[in-house]
């Protein structure tokens, strides 16, 4: 067997501070209010969407995972289809597929994304997200596992494609999956400090933390303050130098970014005031249980408010809200204490995404800039 790379390689340059965006391939908008959303989960609007991002400094485009018609999301388009999509409509933009152990078979998927990846030259990568909509299992008559088990398999689903992502003659032998020397050609498209497509991985639990120590390549957090994100870091980074790995970390946050402060704020206030309360407290009921189910009572949304869920990934509690300056300052100080990529949301997607990547972004480059030659900035991998 061949095992072309263990972990991504870093430069020792510090590097700029990534951004993301939610792809609105589900109906609905990122809210569950009443509120007007200007967004549009159809494929001619996330192409625009898509473009207008890679124009504005946007990196990646992290493309959602439903099956069901649940919590406002009436329609969904599939993630992996969207992503290769989205990635073919433009030219430097890498798409990331959120996606389902238990749903996927690990070959399958990694078949799949390799075929992505040859044809966008190196711009594929995956979310493996462990599940937290038992419906969307047991009416397939796929079975549902109990929350560690879950997570048990998301770990060894990681391994194996990474395993065929990068290995020739592929052998696993796990409680989940077995593989007997597989290999699939071709690999990944050749990109510099770039072993194989990315690997995601998020979650707020002590498993979830775990498996992104030990197995991903990105731990991707829920909306988060500094404290609650300082935590999640260095837990996982715990996990990550005890395997000898680096793992880097995303951060949602749903940006609300106008002229004054007070505007901001008036519009977070009137997108809770409109909250659906049916759906938001169904949505509650569905996914609380996940924390609640562990040992240590850890988990996704375990101490989220009627009003964090109301953005369903607890994007209000990062707090990127306020003047473009405001903002950035807030983005600035994430970056300092370990956040290399922010995953953003918006209210009207297309009118405000390009306003957040004309004003925000290049004042955090400014930031970026400014640190660096105070010598402020670590290099990337220390």
Do not use: C
Not at 125 to 132: D, T
Not at 285 to 292: L, Y
Not at 310 to 319: A, E, I, L, S
């Amino acid at each position: 067997m061949t095992n072309l790379h263990a972990n991504p390689i870093y430069t020792g340059e510090p590097e700029d501070l990534k951004f993301a965006y939610w792809v609105p391939n589900v109906s609905g908008g990122l809210v569950v209010s009443n509120i007007e959303q200007r967004t549009d989960w159809g494929y001619d609007y996330n192409v625009k969407l898509a473009q207008t991002a890679e124009a504005v400094g946007y990196e990646y485009a992290l493309s959602q995972v439903r099956y069901l018609s649940s919590y406002g999301a009436a329609q969904q388009h599939e993630s992996t289809s969207t992503s290769l999509a989205l990635a073919l409509a433009t030219e430097k933009l890498k798409v990331i597929a959120a996606i389902h152990p238990g749903i996927w078979e690990p070959a399958v998927l990694a078949k799949f994304i390799l075929t992505a990846d040859q044809f966008t030259k190196g711009r594929a990568a995956i979310n493996v997200v462990s599940g937290w909509f038992k419906d969307e299992y047991t009416r397939l008559g796929l079975p549902w596992l109990e929350h560690g088990e879950r997570y048990r398999r998301s770990a060894e689903f990681m391994d194996v494609v990474r395993k065929l992502f990068t290995e020739e003659n592929v052998e696993y032998r796990g409680n989940f999956y077995t593989v007997d020397d597989f290999t699939l050609r071709p690999g990944p498209y050749p990109v510099e400090g770039r072993p194989h497509p990315e690997i995601f991985q998020g979650g707020n639990s002590s498993a979830a933390r775990i498996n992104g120590g030990k197995h991903a390549d990105w731990y991707f957090s829920n909306g988060k303050d500094f404290d609650g994100f300082r935590e999640q870091y260095d837990d996982v980074t715990e996990v990550a130098r005890a395997h000898n790995r680096k793992v880097r970390f995303g951060l949602n946050g749903f940006a609300i970014v106008r002229d004054t402060e007070a505007e901001a704020r008036e519009q977070l206030r009137e997108i809770i005031a409109k909250a659906d309360e049916g759906a938001v407290e169904g949505f509650r009921k569905s996914v609380q249980q996940a924390g609640a189910s562990t040992h240590d009572k850890k988990g996704m949304w375990t101490d989220s408010s009627f009003e964090d869920l109301v953005q369903y990934n607890d994007g209000f509690r990062t707090q990127l809200i306020g003047t473009p300056e405001q903002v950035a300052d807030r983005i600035i100080e994430y970056k300092k204490i370990g956040v290399d990529l922010i995953l953003t949301g918006f209210l009207h997607f297309q009118e405000e995404l390009e306003a957040f990547g004309k004003t925000v972004i290049p004042i955090v480059r400014e930031k970026e800039a400014e640190l660096v030659n105070r010598g402020l900035l670590t290099p990337a991998g220390v």
